[in-house]
Nanobody, 124 residues
Framework: QVNLVESGGGSVQAGGSLRLSCAAS????????MAWFREGPDNEREGLAT???????RYANSVKDRFTISKDSGANILYLQMDNLKPEDSAMYYC??????????????????WGRGTPVLVSS
């Protein structure tokens, strides 16, 4: 089991930026496939961005061109740069990881390790 700890959430005005971090405490081979999800008031956990062991990325349409996922493999840290934030981006943000390639990288059930989340609030 990988321990994941998110940080960097907070309050920001619409149009602003935040950078989320996710520190992974275990070996890199357990974090070959990583992703960011968010959960809003509807309690639906939405997949936002994924990155694989070769640093190939994918994005949900809702955040494409505004969010950027990246990782520092040496330090076992995953990042999510969020720009041009909108009020509808307000949610709890989670990082997730799995050692095997997911069939659907935006599906919650594909990931076995999760952090506890960091909150993001975007005001208009």
């Amino acid at each position: 089991q990988v321990n994941l700890v998110e940080s960097g959430g907070g309050s920001v005005q619409a149009g602003g930026s935040l950078r989320l971090s996710c520190a992974a405490s275990r070996y890199a081979q357990n974090n070959r496939y990583m992703a960011w999800f968010r959960e809003g008031p509807d309690n639906e956990r939405e997949g936002l961005a994924t990155i694989d062991e070769d640093a190939r990325t994918r994005y949900a349409n809702s955040v494409k061109d505004r969010f950027t996922i990246s990782k520092d493999s040496g330090a076992n840290i995953l990042y999510l740069q969020m720009d041009n934030l909108k009020p509808e981006d307000s949610a709890m943000y989670y990082c997730a990881s799995h050692r095997r390639r997911p069939t659907d990288p935006f599906r919650r059930s594909e990931y076995t390790s999760w952090g506890r989340g960091t909150p993001v609030l975007v005001s208009s």
